[in-house]
């Protein structure tokens, strides 16, 4: 047997002790735009520095994390300081950063940054937009890869949860140049299956992997589906502009299952309510009916009946005495005022009317012909007038002046030409 084999973990062993006492290893300075970015409970920061040609992992312990003034996030170029070496556990090389500075934000964080405060402006985030998403549906569609963590665990939450919930998936690119595209397509395609809920997602990544749910093709395609979306990318801490802009953001594809449908146990004791109440409400009804029936023929006119009847043909009793007061109180007032006018001096005596009548008639035209000036004219009397006026003296007249002087048969004019007073 050859015994130069050796065994992983002296090889591991060996290759970390040559980059542990490499000079050029012990302070390495890179510049990179962070990925994958996690921020222990333990206070220390686990990430990838990449750029365009490779990646390294990342560690930043407590006790340098302390010293730095900003919150690392994915897309964040940086700059940094460390040591490589190796962790012999997973045999992967890695740099342990001592020290952290901002080089300004990546290209793909700068663009999500302005298309979130792009769609932001045009309202596609606003809760008024929101659509509920149905308690109890019958049919779900599920947008994203056809295979993977995703998926199972959306399938296995449905029907662990409301297995009476169809379930339909349109298989998604969800990474890659072509992804958004396929995105649009399918959630345009899942629109038209009349579905109660579309969940739209796929499991964790780093921020380039997500980028298709960061596309605004996908964004607008959400916020014009008639159906209501569930929105479920990466994990917990990852938020894409997918998220603002669907009805319900959940944290994991398995949180978007749970959201979608109701717990198969929660509606047996909702149901079990229902019963117990609806059994409470029959009998309290009963119950009720039960004491109003009692009541009823415990009643004094059940019991007895010819009451009604006496008590009606007493009072029938009185009201036909009523009328016949009221209807011979009425004849006999009618009768004593007939009586009267009878014999009432105009009909004892309607000839001696007519004469008074007729002597008080000629009365009043004697008067009026002792007061008719026609007549004092008959007996030789003239009315003089100066114009319209009547002249009642000489003092309304003076010589030469135009008069008419009325006789019984007609108007004489004359000039004054002498006035005499007597």
């Keep these: ?72 996030v994915d897309g964040m170029k940086v700059l940094v300081k460390g040591r490589i070496s190796v962790f012999e556990s997973s045999g992967n090389y890695q740099i342990y950063v001592t020290d952290m500075m901002e080089d300004g934000v990546g290209n793909l964080y700068a663009l999500y940054e302005e298309l979130k405060k792009k769609l932001s402006s045009e309202g596609l985030f606003d809760e008024s937009h929101k659509k509920q998403i149905p308690k109890i549906p019958s049919k779900i569609g599920v947008v994203t890869a056809p295979t993977g963590a995703a998926i ?14 169809e ?31 579309l969940i739209v997602g796929r499991g964790g990544g780093s921020i380039e992997d997500l980028w298709a749910f960061n596309e605004e093709i996908v964004a607008r395609a959400i916020y014009e589906c008639n159906t209501p979306v569930i929105s479920a990318v990466g994990h917990e801490i990852d938020f894409t502009i997918a998220d603002f802009v669907a009805d319900k953001r959940a944290a994991t594809p398995t949180g978007a299952a749970e959201i979608s449908v109701p717990s198969k146990e929660d509606l047996k004791k909702l149901i079990i309510q229902y019963k117990i109440r609806l059994n409470k409400n029959i009998n309290d009804k009963i119950d009720n009916n039960r004491i109003y029936l009692n009541k009823i023929l415990d009643s004094y006119i059940l019991k007895s009946p010819m009451s009604i009847y006496e008590v009606k043909e007493e009072k029938l009793s009185n009201l ?26 105009v009909f ?75």
């Design 167 to 197: 379930v339909i998936l349109f298989p998604s690119l969800v990474q890659g140049k072509q992804a958004s595209e396929d995105i649009v397509k399918n959630i345009k395609l899942a629109d038209t299956y009349n579905l109660d809920t």
């Design 348 to 422: 004892t005596n309607p000839n001696r009317i007519f004469e008074n009548k007729n002597n008080i008639y000629n009365n009043l035209i004697n008067k009026l012909e002792l007061l008719n000036p026609l007549n004092t004219l008959k007996r030789g009397y003239a009315i003089t007038k100066k114009g319209n006026k009547v002249v009642t003296s000489i003092k309304n007249i003076k010589k030469n002046d135009n008069i008419d002087i009325t006789l019984q048969d007609g108007i004489i004019n004359a000039n004054v030409i002498n006035i005499k007073e007597c």
């Design 320 to 345: 036909i005495e009523r009328a016949k007061n009221i209807v011979s109180s009425h004849l006999s007032y009618n009768k004593v005022k007939l009586e009267t006018i009878t014999n009432s001096y």
């Design 152 to 165: 199972k665990d959306i399938i296995s939450t449905i029907n662990r949860r409301y297995p009476l919930c």
């Design 1 to 72: 047997m050859n015994n130069n084999y050796i065994t992983v973990g002296a090889l591991t062993r060996y290759i970390k002790y040559k980059l542990d006492n490499d000079a050029n290893l012990q302070e390495v300075y890179l510049k990179g735009e962070i990925s994958n970015f996690k921020h222990h409970t333990r206070g220390h920061f686990y990430f990838t520095i990449k750029d365009e040609e490779s990646r390294i992992n990342a560690i930043m312990f407590a006790s340098n994390t302390k010293n730095i003034n900003f919150e690392p």
